[in-house]
């Protein structure tokens, strides 16, 4: 079983609609929880990043994190078609020093 | 700020040689490096992490001998892929984490494409 588990899609909605993205994970151990979204053929950039359970919010996405379930989400809001992009999942069991554990990625396109 | 690039961006070479691809992180110094192989719709896959003068630690099933890491400067890593093969063609991508940084603060370069016919 690997470590992080993403749904890889595609997932497809009209503009305006709410998206839904989600990992699960088996090691109990992780404790910060990052969003990264990537661009076709462009490098990861960080989106929302989250320590232990609980809700964050910025701007139009929340992120979500419930370990009890090891199972963490990813929210947008008002999809725009700019959102249109490959959404991974990380995990990293330390704050300093640990390397990141990406899930396979979920890619969104958002329709207008 | 926390930009990194990578150069190239795209490379074709012909089976049997070698690629060297660079690591720059242009405005904050980067005490560790990642480097990270991604194929078409697969995750991110670590295969080493790098600190500034210091030999790189390699994940399991990663060939030291083929993929070389150098991280000479606290600016600069390298990462050459020794007597390519069509197999080792895929999108290679590299991050700085600036000095006793959180793990999240991880920026990533634009990545190379790496080809071999």
């Known amino acids: 079983q690997k470590e992080v588990e993403q749904d890889p899609g595609p997932l497809s909605v009209p503009e305006g609609a709410i998206v839904s993205l989600n990992c699960t994970y088996s090691?109990?151990?992780?404790?910060?929880f990052m969003w990264y979204r990537q661009y076709s053929r462009k490098g990861p950039e960080l989106l929302m990043y989250?320590?232990?359970?609980g809700n964050k919010e910025d701007g139009r996405f929340t992120a979500q994190v419930d370990k009890s379930s090891k199972y963490i989400s990813l929210f947008i809001r008002d999809s725009q078609p700019s959102d249109s992009a490959t959404y991974l999942c990380?995990?990293?069991?330390?704050?300093?020093?640990?390397?990141?554990?990406f899930g396979k990625g979920t890619s969104l396109l958002v329709t207008p | 700020g926390a930009v990194v690039s990578q150069h190239p961006s795209w490379v074709i070479c012909k089976s049997g040689t070698s690629v060297k691809i660079e690591c720059r992180s242009l405005?904050?110094?980067?005490?560790?490096m990642f480097w990270y192989r991604q194929f078409p719709k697969q995750s991110l896959m670590l295969m080493a992490t790098?600190?500034?003068?210091?030999?790189?630690?390699?994940e399991q099933g990663v060939e030291k001998d083929k993929f070389l890491i150098n991280h000479a400067s606290l600016t600069l890593s390298t990462l050459t892929v020794t007597s390519a093969h069509p197999e080792d063609s895929s999108f290679y991508i590299c991050?700085?984490?600036?000095?006793?940084?959180?793990?999240?603060?991880?920026?990533f370069g634009p990545g190379t494409r790496l080809t071999v016919t």
């Open positions: 090691n109990s151990a992780f404790q910060y």
């Open positions: 405005d904050f110094q980067a005490t560790t």
């Open positions: 991050s700085a984490r600036p000095g006793l940084a959180s793990s999240y603060e991880q920026y």
């Open positions: 790098s600190n500034e003068g210091s030999k790189a630690t390699y």
């Open positions: 990380a995990m990293s069991a330390d704050e300093v020093g640990y390397a990141l554990n």
């Open positions: 989250t320590y232990s359970s």
